[in-house]
């Protein structure tokens, strides 16, 4: 299992434990974002930064999915990664970080 999210690009994928009762899939990659600058006609790409996004997928239908790419601040959400805990609308629920074929299933059943 992995600690943290790949920084190569490729995704990562953890299940979210409510205690011991699964409740989700956050499926995560990095993405680099760049400033634009400019007139419109003529933009000007600066300042590359990497950013986390996420994905969370709810085992119970009735909760939305949840995105954020880290610019969206209308997302309930926080993840601390040196925790391991992502807390959404209040509630910390544990990430188990999956590897392999387990983190690929996961990734590609998210469909994102």
Not at 36 to 64: L, Y
Not at 84 to 110: C, K, N, Y
């Amino acid at each position: 299992m992995t600690t943290s999210p790949a920084r190569d690009g490729s995704g990562a994928a953890a299940w979210l434990f409510d205690g011991d009762r699964r409740v989700g899939t956050l499926v995560t990659r990095v993405h680099r974002h760049w400033d634009r600058i400019g007139p419109a006609t003529h933009p000007c790409h600066v300042n590359p930064t990497e950013q986390t996004e996420w994905c969370v997928t709810f085992v119970d239908p009735a909760r939305p999915r949840l995105f954020s790419d880290e610019v969206d601040l209308e997302v309930p959400a926080v993840v601390q990664w040196d925790t391991g805990t992502f807390t959404v609308t209040g509630q910390p629920l544990r990430m188990q970080w999956l590897a392999g074929d387990a983190r690929d299933e996961a990734i590609a059943r998210s469909g994102w």
